[in-house]
């Protein structure tokens, strides 16, 4: 009669626990252990540290746009006695920042719109059909990110002058829209390739046009990208000084970036040191407000190819 042997108990491991019949228990105590906790101080401590050095010098202008001239000197780190909105008003009506305000607008306005419309063409044709010349149309592109605008100044003045366009806001919307175009369409060439591929098809299948698919489905489809290109071409067209100072010598037609550095050498005969910091916010609202405004789009925008 053969008798049943007792199985040798399983040696445990070190640090997990064993039960009365030697087996293993099902639930090891885990230690804590504090993984990269030193890491995280650190990556915290940065981005604390780097906050900071942003939002002061932009909350000192803000605090600085509502004082006096003599506290600005007297007390440059102390909050104002009372808001001296009057500088607002002086830099917007006496130095002239609603007419480069205006002017602004018009051509930043236009040259987004282009940009956008002809950027996101251009990427979905390269993005989406193979055809002789595709890779080398869109290195060309890529090309025009790494040419320094310094080397193209005095031809494209040259260029813009023989067409009958120099001082004029078309014009520098134009150059505007050829200035932010590699960069587009470098962007949305991406984005278009993340895509999913069968919309379209089925858009095909039931009869619709390429102009069609495009701008009813796959344009609303690359909204997330579009915004985030657009927020970073506003950030430029709004912020360019080097082109228009070269290609819009006329005084009625400057842009912000030129009328702040106006203002900026007058101060030298005046000293209204109040009314330059209050037209310097005025040119940083607008571009605060719109990444505000879109911030969740720019990070959906970015992160969407590396989460398809």
Not at 53 to 80: C, E, G, N, R
Request: avoid cysteine.
């Amino acid at each position: 009669m053969k008798t049943t042997e007792t199985p040798a108990p399983v040696p445990a491991e070190s640090g997990v626990p064993v039960t009365k019949t030697g087996a293993p228990d099902g639930n090891p105590a885990k230690p804590k252990k504090k993984e990269g906790s030193v890491l995280n101080v650190f990556s915290h401590g940065m981005l604390i540290l780097w906050a900071f050095m942003v939002v002061l010098p932009l909350a000192w202008a803000v605090m600085t746009s509502f004082k006096s001239d003599s506290a600005i000197f007297s007390s440059p780190w102390a909050l104002p006695d009372k808001p001296h909105f009057d500088n607002w008003a002086r830099a917007w009506t006496d130095a002239n920042m609603s007419d480069y305000f205006f002017n602004t607008i018009l051509v930043v306005a236009g040259s987004l719109i282009g940009t956008l419309v002809l950027g996101s063409m251009a990427a979905y044709v390269l993005a989406r059909f193979d055809f002789p010349g595709n890779r080398f149309i869109y290195f060309l592109f890529i090309g025009g990110m790494s040419f320094p605008i310094m080397l193209a100044l005095v031809p494209l003045f040259y260029v813009v002058n023989n067409m009958g366009l120099l001082n004029t806001i078309h014009g520098l919307i134009l150059v505007y829209i050829a200035y932010s175009l590699p960069f587009t369409v470098f962007f949305l060439t991406a984005f278009f390739r993340t895509l999913p591929t069968s919309v379209a098809e089925a858009a095909f299948v039931d009869g619709a046009s390429h102009t069609r698919t495009f701008f009813q489905i796959m344009l609303p489809m690359a909204k997330p990208g579009l915004i985030s290109v657009g927020i970073f071409n506003f950030l430029g067209q709004w912020n360019q000084y080097m082109l228009p100072t070269v290609l819009n010598t006329d005084p009625d037609k400057r842009v912000l970036t030129q009328g702040l550095v106006q203002l900026a050498a007058s101060q030298g005969y005046k000293g209204d040191w109040s009314g330059l910091f209050a037209g310097l916010v005025m040119a940083m609202l607008p571009v605060l407000g719109a990444y505000i405004v879109f911030q969740r789009q720019v990070v959906q925008g970015l992160t969407a190819g590396a989460l398809k």
